[in-house]
């Protein structure tokens, strides 16, 4: 029996009917919808050949009809309109992104202030996705005529996806090309790696669906940027001026500048690979500003594929064995407060002003 486009259209309605109501669906109601123009003995026919075939389904003699597992199965490939999100939607959705994200910014700042009035050192907190996640797989699944999902699966065994509406008509054939390239030329790169040369090198080989190559690259570069993101706070920076090793003010002010995002960009990466606490003496430090300084920093655990760390910036003749029990005493706290919020509480610590 074959699937006829007034079938597939009958199956919608029952399947947007029921969704809406959780009540069986007759031919009545599908009847009285408005771009429904067939009589309702029509819509009776095909609703009893759509239950042989097995998309729809009778709970019992008298009632009407609902979805089977199948009939769903139709519907979310191939049948279901796309759903646009109202103003309101959008604005909530944003809005609670917004402050899960406010609430990860503060709490950096409130730990770095805490760890600086413990240590009396300037102190660093930041959230990061941390690892610089790659690429280790791309899938290229048809979704109905017209359109396409491109899944990728990261290193962090993360898996994102996107919905492609087509430019040009491809068949099975041409995506399980251009997903073969992709998986060739594309994986295990960092973000700088998306080159225009390399996306012209792939376009030149994706045959038919060679269109879609942008799409993919710019979709996976703001994948990977994300996984990038960081959230950092510094606190305690005249704290150094108590040090005898800073009383020289030009070499005061020298560190003083250097403790800014920028210079400590390249901590994370340094903390990637690291277990337990990290010190970095003098010219071990990344950042040519941080020489004649010791930093030490160790790891915790946040969720939500976000890994906290906390260090602190001092002379190198620092009390190594104090910080690195203080800061680790920190990060365990730290990582059972986000395990269990309503359990664990922050090492008591008088915020600076």
Not at 121 to 128: E, K, R
Not at 330 to 337: D, G, I, Q
């Amino acid at each position: 029996m074959e699937l006829t486009e007034r079938k597939k259209k009958v199956l919608r309605s029952v399947v947007d009917l029921y969704i809406r109501t959780a009540e069986p669906v007759g031919s009545k109601a599908i009847t009285e919808l408005p771009d429904m123009n067939y009589s309702s003995a029509t819509i009776r026919n095909e609703m009893a050949d759509l239950t042989a075939m097995g998309y729809l389904e009778q709970p019992h003699t008298s009632a009407g009809r609902v979805p089977s597992a199948a009939g769903y199965r139709l519907y979310v490939d191939e049948l279901m309109q796309d759903y646009r999100l109202s103003m309101d939607e959008t604005n909530s959705i944003t809005a609670a992104i917004e402050e899960k994200m406010q609430r990860v910014d503060k709490l950096m700042e409130k730990v770095a202030k805490i760890v600086s009035q413990a240590t009396d050192l300037p102190a660093i907190s930041l959230a990061s996705r941390f690892g610089g996640a790659e690429v280790k797989h791309f899938e290229l699944i048809t979704a109905g005529p017209g359109s396409v999902i491109l899944v990728v699966m990261l290193t962090s065994d993360e898996v994102v996806n996107k919905l492609i509406r087509l430019p040009v008509s491809v068949t099975e054939s041409d995506l399980k090309l251009l997903s073969a390239v992709l998986n060739t030329t594309m994986t295990n790169l960092p973000p700088e790696g998306f080159t225009p040369e390399l996306m012209e090198r792939v376009m030149d080989n994706a045959g038919p669906a060679a269109s879609l190559v942008p799409v993919v690259v710019e979709f996976t570069v703001e994948t990977l940027q994300k996984q990038g993101s960081t959230n950092m706070a510094v606190a305690g920076q005249m704290r150094l001026l108590g040090q005898p090793e800073y009383r020289d003010v030009d070499k005061a002010q020298r560190v003083l500048t250097s403790l800014d995002e920028e210079a400590l960009s390249n901590l994370p990466a340094v903390m990637q690979n690291a277990n337990g606490t990290k010190v970095l003496v003098g010219p071990e430090n990344v950042a040519q500003e941080l020489k004649d300084t010791s930093v030490v920093m160790t790891k915790f655990d946040i969720g939500d594929g976000l890994q906290g760390m906390i260090g602190v910036v001092g002379p190198t003749r620092m009390d190594y064995a104090k910080v690195t029990a203080r800061l680790s005493y920190f990060a365990e706290s730290l990582s059972k407060m986000f395990a269990k919020p309503e359990q664990a509480q922050l090492p008591e610590g008088r915020e600076e002003e």
